[in-house]
């Protein structure tokens, strides 16, 4: 079985400020990973993915994770907020089961301050 | 804009009716996930189908079904609801049939049991 967790249901953070979403995963398999944002009202958004290859994923909007496998963990960063990265943020593991079906996070509201 | 479309926006009925979203997906785009977003449970995977054909089952309840026809649009059913079928319903497309390809989420369907 395959989870994921999310540190933190709300993040605040001041403009300019950086960015930290952590992520923790469990997974009998080498995972996939990935990283999605929801703004109101809208569907989600993909940020970034991991597959295979380079650790350091770079995404959309200056975001970028790093699969670290000792740790479990594909933490969400961003060197300096933006108002506009004021969202929902979800991370999804997907691998086990052999069918890939992805397992989301509870998601972390990112909260940017003036 | 991701180039899915879902129809309706909102939808509120009574339990124990059935009630039909549908889904069109990017323009090229083969497959078609189905997701459904409440508070309690979070973002959980329904179904996906490829080119017409079911490939991939989530945590889809027997009361709901799904169909993808020859143009590619879909369609998920909802029957005989209840007060905890409320939630967003998101539709996703892709152009390949693996999870790890990029998918394009729709704006969702809001239903709303009573």
């Known amino acids: 079985a395959q989870s994921v967790t999310q540190l933190g249901s709300h993040v605040s953070v001041s403009e300019g400020a950086l960015v930290l979403l952590r992520c923790n995963y469990s997974?009998?398999?080498?995972?996939?990973l990935f990283w999605y944002v929801q703004y109101p009202n809208q569907g989600l958004q993909l940020l970034l993915k991991y597959t295979t290859g380079a650790t350091l994923v770079k995404g959309i909007n200056g975001f970028e994770a790093e699969f670290k496998k000792s740790e479990t963990s594909f933490h969400l960063t961003k060197p300096s907020a933006h108002m506009s990265d004021a969202a929902e943020y979800f991370c999804?593991?997907?691998?086990?089961?052999?069918?890939?079906?992805?397992?989301f996070g509870r998601g972390t509201s990112l909260i940017v301050h003036p | 804009d991701s180039g899915v479309t879902q129809t309706p926006k909102h939808l509120i009925t009574a339990t124990g009716q059935r009630v039909t979203l549908r889904c069109s997906p990017r323009s090229g785009d083969l497959s078609v996930y189905w997701y459904q977003q409440s508070l309690d449970q979070g973002l959980q995977f329904l179904i996906q189908y490829y080119n017409g054909e079911e490939r991939a089952k989530g945590n889809i309840l027997e009361r709901f079904s799904a169909q993808q026809f020859p143009d590619l649009h879909s369609e998920l059913n909802l029957s005989s609801l209840e007060l905890g079928d409320s939630a967003l319903y998101f539709c996703a497309s892709s152009g390949g049939r693996t999870f790890t390809d990029t998918q394009y989420f729709g704006p969702g369907t809001r239903l709303t049991v009573l």
């Open positions: 997974s009998s398999v080498p995972p996939y």
């Open positions: 999804a593991v997907s691998g086990s089961g052999g069918s890939y079906i992805p397992t």
